[in-house]
């Protein structure tokens, strides 16, 4: 099964909860003592204690390697949570918390650790989670002995099984969509990893989390700046002017660039060398910038290494043009080419069709007008 997997670019971790036998000599034991891997109390000792929520002045902190904070490399979830509107609502400032304090790989229990989440619930948490660093959806079928371990009896908090293919089609397809969605903006999520700063300067992202919802109440900042916010699905501009109420939850700002991969793969190692797209939103002054982050995608950050690709530039979609160039080339590599482009004018939406460019050297685009 293994072996199966690998082959398909799909990688397999094992996960234990952190219960170390606290033993001299024992190796793991010693290099977490030496190398201060151990969670704190607010005296400096190593925290010992029942498995339940701990004090809130533990400290989580390993200490720099090569320069880094040790946070900028750590991974936490927000802890067993339930099948509940209510548990899904506080998971999104549990986060932004923990981003904010520097903790930015974090994420909660998809659907919930107890109870069984119907369609609903199921559908607006990976709709919700699609958009956090970890997405992570638990199936509780754990059996405990009883206090005589002479037999072995059924926790009162196992779930029915809820992977996404044992919904109804309906439910299946949105689920589906909700993991291609988050998949498309990969490459976006790693190069916000590797920037550390997950600010919300690109995307804004107000989810649904009460039952029967159709819409949502979003507020939309910048109004002293006349920012300008687009729906990342029609690209429809909406100048930032308080609230707003809408059925979509996504915005993207007016002068970011995001890169997407549309390709639909059976693993993220697959898409390796698919092509991007790159997704221009025009501020008022017509202007927009934006990164991309490549790598090996396995090793530490390394800023002197170069990183050989053969992914390559399909689309630029360029969003709020009010003056459509009428030509646009490519130079890289000292050749110029001709490019394709489409403007559909319902919303000012201005295509450019495979430029073909290799992102593994410069280039750029010029438009005449």
Same mark, same amino acid.
């Given at each position: 099964?293994? %072996? $199966?997997?690998? =082959?398909?670019?799909?990688?397999?971790?094992?996960?234990?909860?952190?219960?170390?036998?606290? #033993? +001299?000599?024992?190796?793991?034991?010693?290099?977490? /003592?030496?190398?201060?891997?151990?969670?704190?109390?607010?005296?400096?000792?190593?925290?010992?204690?029942?498995?339940?929520? @701990?004090?809130?002045?533990?400290? !989580?902190?390993?200490?720099? *390697?090569?320069? *880094?904070?040790?946070?900028a490399y750590a991974a936490v979830w927000t802890g067993d949570n339930s099948a509940e509107w209510g548990h899904l609502a506080v998971t999104v400032p549990m986060c932004l918390s923990l981003s904010a304090a520097g903790i930015s790989f974090c994420g909660a229990d998809v659907g919930g650790f107890?109870?069984?989440? #119907? !369609?609903?619930? @199921?559908?607006? &948490?990976? *709709?919700?989670?699609?958009? #956090?660093p &970890?997405?992570?959806?638990?199936?509780?079928? +754990?059996?405990?002995?009883? %206090?005589?371990?002479?037999?072995?009896? /059924? @926790?009162?908090?196992?779930?029915?099984?809820?992977?996404?293919?044992?919904?109804?089609?309906?439910?299946? =397809?949105?689920?589906?969509?909700? $993991?291609?969605?988050?998949? +498309?903006? @990969?490459?976006? &999520?790693?190069?916000?990893?590797y920037e550390h700063s997950i600010d919300g300067n690109k995307l804004l992202i107000k989810p649904v989390v009460e039952p029967g919802a159709t819409s949502v109440k979003v507020y939309l900042p910048g109004a002293d700046s006349s920012t300008l916010w687009y729906d990342v699905d029609t690209y429809q501009a909406h100048p930032a002017a308080g609230y707003l109420n809408q059925?979509?939850?996504?915005?993207?700002?007016?002068?970011?660039?995001?890169?997407?991969?549309e390709r639909i793969r059976r693993s993220s190692a697959l898409m390796a060398n698919d092509p991007f797209t790159l997704v221009i939103t025009l501020d008022t002054?017509?202007? +927009?910038?934006?990164? /991309?982050?490549?790598?090996?995608?396995?090793?530490?950050?390394?800023?002197? =290494?170069?990183?050989?690709?053969? =992914?390559? /530039?399909?689309?630029?979609?360029?969003a709020g043009i009010k003056a459509p160039p009428k030509t646009a080339?490519?130079? *890289?590599?000292?050749?110029?080419?001709?490019?394709?482009?489409t403007l559909h004018k319902g919303n000012n939406v201005l295509v450019v069709r495979k430029p073909a460019a290799s992102m593994a050297q410069p280039w750029s685009i010029t438009f005449g007008y």
């Open positions: 099964m293994v %072996a $199966n997997l690998t =082959a398909k670019g799909r990688k397999l971790v094992v996960i234990v909860d952190p219960h170390i036998k606290r #033993e +001299a000599g024992y190796f793991v034991h010693e290099d977490c /003592l030496e190398k201060g891997y151990y969670i704190k109390d607010k005296d400096g000792k190593v925290f010992n204690g029942p498995e339940i929520t @701990m004090p809130k002045d533990c400290r !989580h902190y390993k200490p720099p *390697q090569d320069g *880094q904070e040790g946070l107890f109870k069984y989440p #119907e !369609h609903e619930l @199921m559908t607006r &948490w990976y *709709q919700t989670k699609r958009r #956090e &970890w997405l992570y959806e638990p199936s509780t079928t +754990a059996l405990l002995r009883d %206090a005589n371990r002479r037999r072995y009896a /059924l @926790m009162d908090f196992c779930t029915t099984r809820r992977e996404p293919w044992l919904y109804e089609p309906s439910t299946t =397809a949105l689920l589906r969509d909700a $993991n291609r969605r988050r998949y +498309a903006l @990969m490459d976006f &999520w790693y190069t916000l990893f059925p979509v939850t996504i915005s993207k700002r007016g002068g970011s660039i995001v890169p997407r991969k002054n017509g202007t +927009a910038e934006g990164t /991309l982050y490549i790598d090996d995608g396995e090793t530490f950050v390394n800023d002197k =290494a170069h990183y050989p690709t053969r =992914a390559w /530039l399909e689309r630029i979609v360029i080339k490519l130079t *890289q590599k000292e050749k110029t080419t001709a490019l394709q482009m």
